[in-house]
């Protein structure tokens, strides 16, 4: 039985294209600015993101880490959702490697509003921590793929430099917002200092990601590049499949959003189970269970023995992910799966 793998987007595996892109591609040594491929998609990123430089890293996570440690010294806080990934899932990397504390804010759709940016922007005193980075997480994934309208990045990023913040956006999934905005990838990033998307979740790529700024901060990057072992050889290799990802698997996300409709409105209809599906915007489907002797793990797991592959997120929470990888009717069977299991 072929597994339905709604666990992440993160799941997709190279087409037979993709690969054909890879295999020929002109490479060089990327280190010393030598590989044509990624010297091409650095200059690519940097125009789609409408910033003047952008550097090619193996990992959405890399973008983060370098972004904060250029934007903080150690001792500064940096404000986020409270769930966002550079609090929750890098490894202590914004203590570590930025030297910076982290401030969380607690909100259930993931849009941060400008109220809540201003509380928790510290006042200037000798006593306290210095807030110096706002990151922006387009789309949330947390808060279950929402969309930040453009007037809100606006909103708070304009709040955030009256303060002397910078602003950083995680851009694991902006092409999945522009998709969904008709909003170019250049203006969502205006408003920020740096911004990234990453080529391996929606855009179906094996690996790599794209951080974009100033020249200056492009420049920086580089050192901690270098320093955090992502400084890469024959790199065109992986960016390959990145500039296949911008060519052909950009559009195509509308797919994987409708598809989510389809498995919000079929999940809505089964007693046990809660979710609006006017609040699935994206590819990322939260939903609840609430129904006696169930958790989430219980019925994450009992669908998998079924061929339906999810995660469980708290005791109630579930999370589904659609991606290039699985199709309408692998949306339907698995809102029919998770019917079964729980009826039965
Ligand atoms: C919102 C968000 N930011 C950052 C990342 C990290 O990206 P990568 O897996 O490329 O390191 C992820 C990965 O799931 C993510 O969902």
């Given at each position: 039985?072929?597994l339905?793998?709604?666990s ?20 060089g040594?990327?280190q ?7 010297n ?9 993101l ?23 010294r150690?001792?500064?806080e ?6 966002a ?5 890098e ?16 909100q ?9 940016v201003a ?15 706002l990151?922006i997480?387009q789309?949330?994934?947390?808060g ?8 809100r990045?606006?909103?708070v ?14 851009g ?10 008709g909003?170019?990838?250049?203006r969502?990033?205006?408003?920020c ?8 979740k929606?855009l179906?790529?094996p ?11 492009i420049?920086d990057?580089?050192r ?5 072992g ?9 960016a390959a499949a ?15 959003h ?12 089964i007693?046990?189970?809660?979710i609006?599906?006017t609040t ?5 489907v939260?939903f609840?269970?609430?129904?006696d002797?169930?958790?989430a793990?219980?019925l ?8 339906v ?28 799966v998770?019917?079964t299991v729980?009826?039965?």
């Amino acid at each position: 039985m072929a597994l339905i793998e709604l666990s992440s987007d993160t799941r997709t595996k190279p087409t037979a294209a993709m690969r054909q892109a890879i295999a020929n591609a002109d490479v060089g040594d990327e280190q010393a600015g030598e590989d044509p491929t990624v010297n091409a998609l650095n200059e690519r990123v940097a125009d789609l993101l409408g910033k003047e430089a952008s550097v090619f890293l193996p990992s959405g996570t890399m973008c983060n880490q370098i972004a904060m440690a250029l934007h903080c010294r150690p001792g500064d806080e940096l404000i986020a959702h409270r769930d966002a990934h550079v609090i929750v899932w890098e490894a202590g990397g914004a203590g570590h490697l930025a030297g910076a504390q982290t401030w969380g804010i607690d909100q259930p759709d993931g849009i941060l509003t400008v109220d809540q940016v201003a509380a928790a922007i510290r006042p200037i005193n000798r006593g306290m921590p210095r807030s110096k980075l706002l990151v922006i997480e387009q789309t949330s994934n947390s808060g279950g793929g929402r969309v930040w309208a453009l007037d809100r990045v606006e909103a708070v990023a304009a709040l955030a430099h009256s303060h002397g913040l910078a602003v950083h956006m995680d851009g694991a999934r902006l092409m999945n917002a522009v998709v969904k905005s008709g909003i170019s990838p250049a203006r969502f990033a205006a408003p920020c200092d740096s911004a990234w998307i990453d080529y391996s979740k929606g855009l179906g790529a094996p690996i790599g990601a794209s951080l974009a700024g100033s020249k200056d901060f492009i420049h920086d990057a580089w050192r901690l590049k270098q320093r955090f072992g992502g400084a890469m050889r024959q790199a065109g290799i992986v960016a390959a499949a990145a500039v296949y990802a911008l060519d052909h698997h950009v559009e195509r996300l509308a797919e994987d959003h409708a598809n989510a409709q389809i498995l919000a409105r079929g999940l809505a209809e089964i007693p046990g189970i809660t979710i609006d599906p006017t609040t699935v915007e994206t590819n990322l489907v939260f939903f609840h269970l609430r129904k006696d002797g169930w958790t989430a793990d219980r019925l994450a797991t009992e669908c998998r023995a079924q061929g339906v592959a999810f995660g469980a997120f708290d005791a109630s929470r579930c999370r589904m992910v659609t991606h290039h990888d699985v199709s309408t009717e692998d949306c339907r069977k698995a809102v029919q799966v998770v019917r079964t299991v729980l009826a039965g």
